[in-house]
């Protein structure tokens, strides 16, 4: 819901919004949790990645987030994705760290969290 007076969004009373699935891929390889070919979303790239050695969950994460929320009204996302880089680094040795992300406003995502 739109606040016109103070600008701001809210969910409407008794709605939550969850993410799940948070540093999991497939959470963002898959929109349907049956994993159903219709539902295949970044399967296709994260196959590819795994191919080239990345391990899923492992040095390879996905971030999902609401996509309906402007970049500004992202905080908490854009901190957890903050984290699972630093410990996706970490984990690498220092050798290799992949941060991708992909999908609807990304780029004004990444241009917030630099």
Known sequence: MYNNVTRTTSNSKGVEIRIPGFGNTASVEWIDPSQA???????????????????????LRGAPYDFRKAPSKLRESLVDLKKSWT????????????????????????????
């Open 37 to 59: 070919s219709q539902g295949a979303y970044f399967k296709d790239i994260a196959n590819a990645l795994v191919a080239l050695g990345y391990q899923r969950n492992v040095s």
């Open 87 to 114: 410990c996706l680094y970490r984990n690498s040795s220092g050798s290799y760290c992949l941060n991708v992300m992909l999908c609807d406003m990304c780029l004004m995502c990444f241009v917030l969290f630099c």
